[in-house]
């Protein structure tokens, strides 16, 4: 979302949602989107509605999903990020198992945005 | 003007009209009224966090216990599954935090995001189970919990003219 033409309030929120760190988007990802769904249909559902409105903060999501994954974390710190934020429990609860789930959301957040 | 900042305009334009139409003045909510009419755009307070719902697990029906094992209809297993007590304490304090929360949330939904919030009542407003066995601390094992918090998500209802918010789901979180 660009943001020279919006009202001041909707540029400050603009502006402080784009300067988030990857790891607090990711959190508020998790918070949002999957925390409450029953099911990757739902996930995916709100995010496609997501795209239709701003795109570009769905990239932010992609890209925070992405720097997550591919920064080192203290042992646990992806398991919290799914189990905890995201609310969904794995059946062999590890980094390892969270990872894949991570992997799965990348990718169909991809998917969301190929379709726009 | 470009081709990308025609686009540009046009969507900052829309963002524009849609927070001056959603108002100074925040809405109030009937969480039963409002599952009825969003139930198909994915509105469900009602039906996963209801105070009907049965607590305790039991593989005939659909419980709130029920979900952190993720027994049928449920299609996920959860680490936290709470409802709320009573309608009227939904309605309340949905309409509190929305309340001393509306510019955030009127910026988020002019823009186009979901909103999502959190907010902490002071009483005991749900109840329901948590995965006492979560981060790999043991066995999956529900444990029952009271809370005093719960998160909302909003969203804009589609297909209006005039930009019209409604609850997604706001449910108890321990």
């Known amino acids: ?116 | 003007m470009s081709k990308r900042s025609m686009i540009n305009f046009a969507a900052d334009s829309a963002t524009t009209l849609r927070y001056y139409q959603l108002g100074n003045e925040p809405p109030d909510f009937d969480l039963t009224a409002n599952d009825d009419a969003y139930r198909d755009r994915g509105a469900h307070t009602i039906d996963r966090h209801g105070p009907d719902i049965p607590l305790r697990r039991d593989p005939r029906t659909k419980t709130i216990e029920g979900r952190i094992y993720g027994d049928l209809p449920w299609a996920a297993s959860v680490t936290r599954s709470y409802q709320w007590l009573d309608l009227s304490t939904i309605n309340r304090e949905v309409d509190a935090y929305v309340r001393l929360n509306w510019e955030t949330i009127r910026a988020d939904l002019a823009l186009g995001h979901l909103h999502k919030g959190d907010y902490d009542a002071g009483y005991r407003i749900g109840r329901g189970y948590f995965n006492s066995g979560m981060y790999g601390t043991g066995p999956r094992r529900a444990r029952y919990g009271e809370t005093t918090r719960f998160n909302v998500l909003i969203r804009l209802a589609p297909g209006l003219v005039t930009a019209t918010p409604f609850i997604l789901s706001a449910y108890p979180w321990g």
Do not use: C
Not at chain 1, 72 to 80: D, Y
């Open chain 1, 1 to 116: 979302m660009e943001s020279q033409d919006l009202p001041d309030p909707l540029r400050a929120r603009v502006g402080q949602q784009r300067w988030r760190p990857a790891m607090y988007r990711m959190r508020h990802f998790m918070q949002s989107y999957v925390a409450d769904s029953d099911g990757t249909e739902e996930i995916y559902a709100e995010v496609r509605r997501t795209v239709i409105t701003d795109a570009s903060s769905v990239r932010q999501d992609l890209e925070a999903v992405e720097m997550v994954l591919k920064d080192e974390h203290v042992p646990g710190t992806l398991l919290r990020l799914v189990e905890g934020d995201g609310n969904r429990a794995l059946d062999h609860p590890s980094d390892a198992e969270a990872a894949a789930f991570l992997h799965a959301l990348a990718q169909l957040l991809r998917s969301a945005l190929d379709q726009s």
